[in-house]
Structure formats: C-alpha cells, structure tokens
C-alpha cells in the first residue's frame, strides 16, 4: 500500500483566493486586503500542513448497474457503476493535511479572521493541488502502458451516498499510517482530507470533471471554472 509524503504544494495567490471561494472574474476577488491575506497564508502555510496520501489498487471482477465488485470489496452505487464502467483496476485513495492548519485556523478566528479564512482557502487549494498531483501520475502511469484513468470520484457525489462510499473506500484503505479517522457520520478527521477512487483501463471515460458528479454543483463556489 504506497504512501506518498513529502508532498510540497505548488501554490499561488490566484490558487489561495480560490480555495477561498472567491471568483476570479469579479474585480472584489482582488481587493488589496484579500490580495495581501493570501500572501501572508503563502508565507505561512506551509509549515502548517503535512500533505500525504495513502492508495490501494484492486482488481475489477464484476460490475453492474449500481456496483463494482473488487478483489478487495465492492464499491456500492450507481456512480461507481456508471462512472467506472470498463475499468479493469480501481485505486482507492485517501489524502490529508494533517491537523495543524486546522488548529491555527480555528486560534486565528478571532484575533485575525481574515487570515484564518487565507488560511482556510490555503488548505483548500493545497488538498486540491494533492489530488490533482496524484491523479495526473496515476493518468501518466496509465497512458504508459496503453490505458486511461477516469475523473476522481469521492463519496457523497450524486449516486454514491456520503455514508455507504466511505464504509467501501475505507474498507479498503488502512489509513492509520497517515492519521486519518472517519467519524460515526462518515466525515474524516483532520477535516482537511479528502478520499476518491480512479478507475483504469483501456475502455473506461477519460473525459469530464469532478464537480459534474457533484450534487452542489450548481450553487457551489468551489466549483470549476470554464
């Protein structure tokens, strides 16, 4: 089961308002103060979180409409069976920030919110930069050998109820090694994490985002920009 440390953000002011909600097409998003917050989580963020990632890879040995049945579990839904039709491998990963950001977020709220919400948007875009970060090598991995990898899909997208995807990714993922606990309401701690399979092969669909499996996506302001 690789684990993945060591993992340095590759981040910028731009990357930080984001994280933040903010859109980039209004000229409010750069106002001085906001503009200035961000740079001192620039500063300051990094020493604060410990980015890591815990993956499993298992063998596809059945699908129907609303599962896939692995040699390790089964992933339960109908996004999971619709969305990683054709894959012959899933990788179930989970990936954190560790608690540290968190904490001084939540010390920070009231003596300096608005950098505690830099702060906030700083985790945010550095969770965000990890998963892109391992999707891509799982993707260049895959194209090496003839194959393609699907969009992350996370539990909680529309078809894969929040509580019965967590119970199957995590049956899957020993996520002890990095610190990462699920809750009795299937949220995980620290808070900054996150968990999504990629499904591989050389039939699956490559094409599409996250953000057009989410059930928010239409009033979410984190979601992708055209």
């Known amino acids: 089961m690789p684990i993945l440390r060591n993992l340095e953000p590759r981040l910028d002011v731009d990357a930080v308002l984001a994280g933040q909600g903010c859109d980039q097409r209004l000229p409010a998003s750069r106002?001085?103060?906001?503009?200035?917050?961000?740079?001192?989580?620039?500063?300051?963020?990094?020493?604060l979180v410990t980015p890591q990632l815990v993956l499993e890879t298992a063998n596809v040995t059945g699908c129907a409409r609303d599962e896939i049945r692995l040699d390790g579990g089964r992933l339960s839904?109908?996004?999971?069976?619709?969305?990683?039709?054709?894959?012959?491998?899933?990788?179930?990963?989970?990936a954190t920030l560790g608690p540290r950001l968190e904490s001084e977020v939540s010390s920070l709220m009231d003596a300096d919110p608005l950098l505690a919400l830099a702060l906030d948007g700083y985790g945010t875009a550095a969770l965000n930069d990890l998963v892109n970060g391992a999707c891509r090598q799982l993707r260049d991995d895959a194209r090496s050998r003839g194959e393609r990898t699907t969009p992350p899909l996370s539990p909680g997208m529309d078809g894969w109820p929040l509580?019965?995807?967590?119970?199957?990714?995590?049956?899957?993922?020993?996520?002890?090694?990095?610190?990462?606990?699920?809750?009795?309401?299937?949220?995980?701690?620290?808070?900054?994490?996150?968990?999504?399979?990629v499904g591989i092969g050389s039939e699956v669909e490559e094409s599409g985002r996250?953000?057009?499996?989410?059930?928010?996506?239409?009033?979410?302001?984190?979601?992708?920009?055209?």
């Open 31 to 47: 106002r001085a103060r906001l503009v200035e917050a961000a740079q001192r989580a620039l500063a300051t963020g990094g020493r």
């Open 77 to 94: 839904g109908e996004a999971p069976g619709l969305r990683l039709r054709g894959a012959t491998r899933v990788v179930a990963a989970v």
């Open 163 to 197: 509580a019965q995807g967590q119970s199957d990714l995590f049956s899957m993922v020993d996520t002890s090694a990095i610190g990462v606990a699920l809750t009795e309401s299937s949220l995980m701690l620290p808070r900054k994490s996150v968990s999504f399979v």
């Open 210 to 226: 996250q953000c057009d499996w989410c059930s928010m996506r239409e009033r979410c302001r984190f979601r992708c920009q055209e």
